[in-house]
């Protein structure tokens, strides 16, 4: 079994900075594109910024040049680094890979459980 753990949320003010990492876990095989959503309450999930396997990233507009992802191939992990945060940034942030499982076939899309990001100003 494949399981994504997201950590690093909280509160924070407006200006600062947080961290978020998600780790994945179970029979891997490889990971292809990790990626960070967001959910804030009564908006549809969009996607906020990803990274390929060879570590080439996109960004949504909001967030280009406040947000860096990276990875962790050994450790299967991606870190969204959060700075100069705003109130419109206040969220759910979900972590999602493709994960290719021992034995498996195919890359299958996983998601973490969802951390809380609170921007107040």
């Known amino acids: 079994q494949v399981q994504l753990v997201e950590s690093g949320g909280g509160l924070v003010q407006a200006g600062g900075s947080l961290r978020l990492s998600c780790a994945a876990s179970?029979?891997?095989?490889?990971?292809?594109?990790m990626a960070w959503y967001r959910q804030a309450p009564g908006k549809q999930r969009e996607l906020v910024a990803a990274i390929t396997s060879g570590s080439s990233t996109n960004y949504a507009e909001s967030v280009k040049g406040r947000f860096t992802i990276s990875r962790d191939n050994a450790k299967n992990t991606v870190f969204l680094q959060m700075n100069s945060l705003k109130p419109e940034d206040t969220a759910v942030y979900y972590c999602?890979?493709?994960?290719?499982?021992?034995?498996?076939?195919?890359?299958?899309?996983?998601w973490g459980q969802g951390t809380q990001v609170t921007v107040v100003s």
């Open positions: 999602n890979a493709q994960i290719r499982s021992v034995g498996g076939a195919a890359y299958n899309n996983y």
């Open positions: 179970g029979r891997i095989f490889s990971i292809n594109a």
